[in-house]
């Protein structure tokens, strides 16, 4: 099973990967997240699902990102007005969400529990799971943070589309350069009314930034990231977003 993403990629391997988020763009869009935190109202508190592929491709970088996401989840949580719910996937059919909370300790103490595992993806199970939670409670975004897709890509697509539906948007960031896969993340970001980032294989600080300014869009909404102040970053975000 160790080898089942390695076939994936090997079909891949002559198509050309998309590009990487430039440095730039991430300042612009964390800038950009330090308004919307700002200018966050009082409308409830947001809730927000981080679902982690924990499968054995990923073991490599896993340790380092696994402490800075431990920090993004403490100042995610610092925000205020902000739920957490952490899902991850790995092994044989291993799928598993936490409680919603609040506390950042907890939620890092979570974080340092997992360990990657052999396995396939479990994608549609992570979005399935956002669809059953916003229908008890709204669910103001989910992250997906993975690198392969391993499964029905039309399969994930109706996942997606039926969260859009829901006004549940997901932020896919992949990790690495598999083509085929990015071409599925960005479907499912486009179908849900989310947005797409693709990051080098272990700049974790990179996805830990990105990851902080999606919690601060969770609790502030497309409305505050309209109204602060226009950059690059902040365009090309609201262009996918709308």
Not at 26 to 52: N, V
Not at 150 to 162: F, I, K, Y
Not at 164 to 181: H, N, T
Not at 182 to 202: D, H, Q
Request: hydrophobic residues 40%; proline residues 3%; aromatic residues 6%.
């Amino acid at each position: 099973m160790a080898d089942d993403k390695s076939q994936t990629k090997s079909k891949t391997e002559s198509k050309t990967p998309a590009p990487y988020s430039s440095r730039a763009e991430i300042d612009a869009f964390i800038e950009t997240a330090r308004d919307i935190a700002a200018l966050r109202g009082a409308g409830g508190k947001g809730r927000l699902i981080f679902a982690l592929d924990a499968t054995i491709s990923r073991q490599p970088t896993w340790e380092m990102a696994s402490v800075i996401q431990a920090d993004m989840f403490r100042e995610a949580a610092a925000i205020g007005g902000l739920d957490i719910q952490l899902l991850y996937y790995r092994g044989f059919g291993e799928c598993r969400a936490s409680n919603w909370v609040s506390d950042g300790d907890t939620l890092a103490a979570l974080m340092r529990r997992i360990d990657c595992r052999e396995g396939l993806t479990q994608i549609g199970k992570a979005l399935s799971h956002a669809r059953q939670e916003t229908s008890k409670s709204k669910v103001s975004a989910v992250v997906f943070v993975g690198d392969a897709v391993e499964e029905s890509p039309d399969e994930l697509c109706g996942n997606a589309g039926e969260l859009g539906l829901c006004g549940v948007p997901v932020f896919v960031f992949q990790e690495g350069d598999d083509a085929s896969a990015a071409g599925v993340f960005r479907k499912i970001a486009a179908l849900s009314n989310g947005a797409y980032c693709r990051f080098s294989p272990g700049s974790a600080k990179e996805l830990a930034d990105l990851l902080r300014a999606v919690a601060a869009y969770a609790a502030g909404g497309l409305a505050a990231l309209e109204a602060a102040e226009p950059t690059s970053g902040t365009r090309k975000l609201l262009e996918q977003l709308r």
